[in-house]
């Protein structure tokens, strides 16, 4: 995996999922970028709810990791921007957050988000949400986005 730079490169043109990770807490970011090593994707990491909409309106994620609690933006105005967007509605998001499994089930698909995982979380449920995604829209789409 490496980490993408500033430069957006169109979906249609990439090779290997682009995945975002927005997060404000500096370890989670750090446990993400060294599990995320080993999947076939290029990924950004941002650190608050504006950055992360900003990227996504820049770089066209195929898949956002989204913590709900962030400053500026929480996930779920983010998610809910990116999902009411019909030019964005196909990124996948799985939302992240210790706000418990009863309100994380019932909360994340009122904004639209795809998935859902509880702080702490397991790696590997973490890996198949991710692959099945990924499966679900990069490689049926990218062939046939813009």
Not at 72 to 80: D, P
Request: hydrophobic share 40%; glycine share 4%.
């Amino acid at each position: 995996m490496t980490e993408k730079e500033n430069q957006p490169i169109p979906r249609k043109d990439r090779k290997r999922p682009l995945i975002m990770v927005a997060d404000d807490d500096p370890e989670i970011r750090k446990l993400l970028r060294i599990f995320l090593d080993d999947l076939d994707a290029d990924l950004i990491v941002v650190t608050d709810g504006a950055e992360a909409l900003e990227s996504v309106l820049v770089h066209r994620p195929d898949l956002v990791l989204l913590d709900v609690m962030m400053p500026e933006l929480n996930g779920w105005q983010v998610c809910k921007y990116i999902k009411s967007k019909e030019e964005l509605a196909s990124i996948g998001i799985i939302m992240i957050t210790a706000i418990g499994p009863v309100n994380n089930e019932l909360t994340s698909p009122l904004f639209g988000a795809d998935d859902y995982l509880d702080k702490p979380f397991d790696f590997d449920e973490l890996e198949e949400k991710i692959k099945r995604i990924l499966a679900a829209g990069f490689y049926s789409s990218s062939s046939s986005e813009e």
